[in-house]
């Protein structure tokens, strides 16, 4: 009964090759299919400074609405002054794809922006560090 068994192992790794496309479609939906961009990477130095943010689907490469995005920390750590700290302010915007952020840039140099986003329909957020510059 050789050729049962065969038919059975093809029929074994016929599930495999099943199991694993479900296993890999499940996935396609991942928070690593986004980044968190700044719309301008320059921003001017001192008290209300605004920064613009979104969120970008990184294969249609197109903003994603209604996205919720968190400020973690905004501090000077690229210029090695980690103490050196900013708070933000959400902005009310009127395009449901850009975040904005009000913050107080103590001087003009390097500050990251460490960022939290929550995708609609993703069940794990999206955490990123940006580098933002600010001038005098
Ligand atoms: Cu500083």
Not at 62 to 75: G, Q
Not at 99 to 123: C, N, Q, V, Y
């Amino acid at each position: 009964m050789e050729n049962t068994a065969l038919q059975r192992g093809i029929r074994f790794f016929v599930g495999v090759g099943f199991a694993f496309v479900a296993v890999v479609g499940a996935c396609s939906a991942d928070p690593r299919d986004y980044r968190i961009e700044l719309v301008e990477k320059t921003v001017k130095a001192g008290t209300g400074a605004i920064i613009r943010i979104r969120l970008v689907n990184i294969s249609s490469k197109k903003s994603v609405a209604d996205a919720d995005i968190l400020v973690n920390a905004l501090d000077m750590s690229p210029d090695g002054m980690a103490d050196m700290s900013a708070k933000t302010v959400p902005m009310q915007s009127n395009n449901s794809e850009v975040h904005e952020f009000k913050a107080d840039l103590a001087m003009p140099g390097r500050w990251a922006l460490s960022l939290e986003a929550t995708i609609p329909g993703e069940s794990t957020s999206l955490r990123d560090k940006l580098l933002l510059r600010a001038q005098r």
